[in-house]
């Protein structure tokens, strides 16, 4: 499919919403430890912001019980920056983010050992594009969005309608979806995403370099796009999960 | 009367002969101008089609004939430029609006000139080939014949699959139809036929259409402006629902093939030409198509993608309508949840009263209007009961 067209506003100003994976089902068996991992995170969203003081970031964490919105940049709080100091976005999003990992194991329900749950993607997806229709409303001038999706945990079958609803409601938005899979194996979901909505997706050979990935390759705003040599889909894995007995 | 007086107006008065905006302005008790209220209007009028849409099963592959009226009562102005032009540009919309929500399916078009029905393009799927010839062909003329229309049709729709639905749009100007024979034969024979036809007309209601719509099945309205015009041409577009003895149930033979690697060459089965790269192979007979979805020319094999069945899925699973909230200030439960939680907007307005709201009967999240809208409408997921 074309990569995503930008619209005629402001050409290179961006909203990224990201969803950050922290299902512990996950973090536990990963090679990159999840403290490892946020500063790399964190390091390219005050990136993002400092490559245009209009860029916004809003981050969404994806639980395994539960989402929620753990940042906000352009909510008033976090615009002031502290001279000389790290900015308040790190200790915002840190704060918000550890309260809402209590909150999310605290929902856990009496489980069978052993079974490993799949994080809530069509979740955070979906209140992501709420959050872009929001941005659309809000007038002629706003930043190009785009959803970024940060993601380890596999896919869970029984999400296969909703995240598919989920892509064909943000392609028919012109919203591409970037997809930066840090498991060991491959999510059919995340390519299938990204190709249907013209965003980019990849699978880092090397977790130590993580920011270099995410710093070359989706940090770019979506007007450069065009002009920019990103990685492109190989094969796409259309495989679909059975819709009665919701199994892959 | 307008037309007479139009000669007289300049440019910019022509623009308010047909909205008369400050007509929809009321007075309150005291005299004084009530605000408009968009959003709360835009409100209602969705909560009204989403009372309407049930659950009830639809059929998915459906084969639709939109017959277009030809006749010189289609070039009448009274639309503005022309009836037919109004048609033509809503038709395309339409025809794409089709495709995406129902990406299974296959439309064709019919014309009716001079009193004689013609096919002008072949049922297929393929958006882009219907438009092209359409735009082509609007010169209108003669009269209009309903009858011959449907026999047309109805010999066309009684050679495609059992599994499939059948039916026809009819968007009529005029306000006669010139027969060869006895019409209600063939309504009934339509009927027979398990076909369901609907009819919009643009000049004013007609007993024919009518019984024709009461027989099949389907819908008749009567466009009241090009606005109105649009929305009904619109409602067609998701799946109708669908009798169960029409079509029958039996599982479909699909063929999902893989796309060629770039830089492959193979010759194309539909322009019978070689091509490089980027095709499709069918996993039955190995030949190559160029899109998808399409029938393969060899095998005859369906084929597909599964991004095109899941587009249809939000049919099949359709989210429970959200209640709305009513704000009574000793409920303690509205403090709880001062913002969307889908966009996070606040639900308070600027009295730090609750403000219009809505809550999903399952999860129990809070939503703003614009959420409810875009959740039912397009999204067809409630992030609250995803995130749980």
């Keep these: ?248 | 009367e307008d037309d007479e007086d139009d000669v007289d107006l300049d440019a910019w008065e022509r623009t308010y002969t047909d909205e008369r905006s400050w007509e929809s302005l009321q007075e309150d008790e005291s005299g004084m101008l009530r605000p408009i209220d968009n959003q709360a209007l835009y409100h209602s009028q969705y909560r009204r089609r989403l009372r309407t849409a049930a659950r009830i099963q639809k059929g998915l592959i459906r084969y639709l004939y939109i017959v277009i009226d030809l006749s010189r009562a289609a070039s009448e102005m009274d639309f503005r430029p022309s009836r037919i032009a109004v048609i033509a540009k809503h038709v395309e919309t339409f025809i794409r609006e089709f495709f995406y929500q129902n990406p299974l399916s296959q439309v064709g078009i019919v014309t009716i000139k001079d009193g004689v029905a013609h096919c002008l393009t072949d049922i297929g799927g393929s958006p882009e080939s219907h438009i092209n010839a359409l735009m082509k062909k609007l010169e209108c003329s003669g009269d209009s014949s309903l009858q011959n229309a449907l026999d047309l049709v109805d010999g066309y729709l009684n050679q495609i699959p059992s599994y499939g639905h059948r039916e026809v749009l009819i968007l009529y100007s005029a306000l006669s139809t010139c027969d060869p024979g006895d019409i209600m034969d063939t309504i009934q024979k339509c009927r027979k036929s398990k076909i369901r036809c609907s009819v919009i007309g643009l000049a004013a209601e007609m007993f024919i259409c009518k019984h024709l719509c009461q027989e099949t099945g389907g819908t008749y309205s009567v466009a009241l402006d090009e606005s109105h015009f649009k929305e009904l041409i619109l409602e067609h577009a998701p799946p109708p629902p669908a009798i169960a003895e029409f079509a029958v149930a039996n599982l479909i033979k699909m063929g999902f093939p893989q796309r060629a690697a770039e830089g492959s060459i193979s010759i194309c089965s539909c322009h019978k030409e070689a091509k490089v790269g980027a095709g499709y192979t069918c996993p039955r007979c190995k030949a190559r198509a160029c899109e998808l979805p399409t029938e393969c020319c060899v095998c005859g094999l369906t084929l597909v993608s599964s991004p095109h069945l899941a587009r249809s899925y939000h049919h099949l699973f359709p989210i429970a309508p959200f209640d709305e909230v009513t704000s009574s200030l000793n409920n303690p439960n509205c403090k709880l949840q001062r913002n969307c939680f889908g966009c996070q907007q606040s639900l308070l307005d600027p009295g730090n009263k609750p403000g219009p709201a809505v809550v999903c009967p399952k999860c129990k999240r809070y939503f703003c209007l614009d959420c409810d809208i875009y959740i039912h409408e397009s999204l067809h997921n409630c992030p609250g009961c995803d995130s749980l």
């Design chain 1, 1 to 248: 499919m074309a990569s995503a067209p930008s619209k005629l506003y402001a050409d290179d100003v961006s909203l990224v919403v990201v969803l950050l994976d922290t299902n512990p089902f996950f973090w536990s068996s990963s090679s990159l430890s999840f403290s490892q991992f946020l500063s790399h995170v964190l390091a390219f969203l005050n990136a993002i912001l400092t490559l245009n003081q209009l860029n916004q970031v809003v981050v969404i964490a994806t639980g395994y019980n539960s989402c929620d919105y753990v940042f906000d940049s352009s909510s008033d709080l976090n615009r002031s920056f502290e001279n000389g100091r790290m900015p308040v976005m790190c200790s915002s999003l840190l704060q918000k983010l550890e309260e809402f990992l209590i909150t999310d194991e605290q929902l856990s329900k009496e489980e069978p050992e052993g079974k490993i749950k799949p994080s809530l993607f069509s979740g955070s997806l979906s209140m992501a594009l709420c959050y872009i229709q929001r941005v659309f409303r809000s007038g002629a001038l706003h930043p190009h969005p785009r959803i970024l999706c940060l993601q380890g945990s596999l896919d869970g079958p029984e999400q296969y309608v909703a995240i598919m609803n989920a892509i064909f409601s943000a392609q028919r938005s012109s919203v591409p979806i970037d997809s930066c899979y840090i498991g060991s194996q491959n999510s059919a979901f995340l390519q299938q995403a990204s190709y249907i909505t013209g965003g980019v997706h990849h699978k880092p050979q090397n977790l130590d370099g993580l920011f270099q990935y995410l710093m070359t390759i989706f940090a770019t705003d979506l007007h450069s796009r065009s002009f920019i040599h990103l990685p492109k889909p190989v094969g796409v894995d259309f495989r679909a999960s059975c819709m009665f007995f919701k199994l892959a």
